[in-house]
């Protein structure tokens, strides 16, 4: 059996279309301020979209320069992911990238 959803200890059958109880629990869940900040249609930024949820694409994560949220599938789920050691995640070119590269106005420029 394919299982097409998975959500907490409920499966969905892709299949049969059954919906089950299993002991399987999601081992990637989504980053909860991720999903968050996609379904507010990224609520409290320039990217602000009052109509409903982000669009997909690349974010800064919430007072965290070292990590960014990806939206996708229409803002309906977003993940975080981490910058490696250093780096900090820069909007304009959606890179991590060394802080002296930010605009020296940005909260997470360091020169």
């Avoid at 939206?71 to 990238?97: E, K, P, S």
């Amino acid at each position: 059996m394919k299982v097409l959803a998975l959500c907490g200890t409920v499966a969905l059958s892709q299949t049969t279309g059954e919906v089950f109880e299993t002991t399987t629990v999601n081992p990637f869940p989504h980053d909860p301020v991720a999903m968050q900040f996609c379904e507010s249609g990224c609520a409290g930024t320039d990217y602000e979209d009052p109509a409903g949820h982000c669009f997909d694409g690349f974010y800064p994560y919430p007072d965290e320069c070292s990590k960014y949220i990806v939206c996708w599938d229409g803002g309906l789920f977003g993940d975080a992911f981490d910058c490696a050691g250093g780096l900090v995640w820069n909007q304009r070119y959606f890179i991590c990238d060394w802080p002296y590269n930010l605009s020296e106005d940005h909260p997470c420029y360091s020169s």
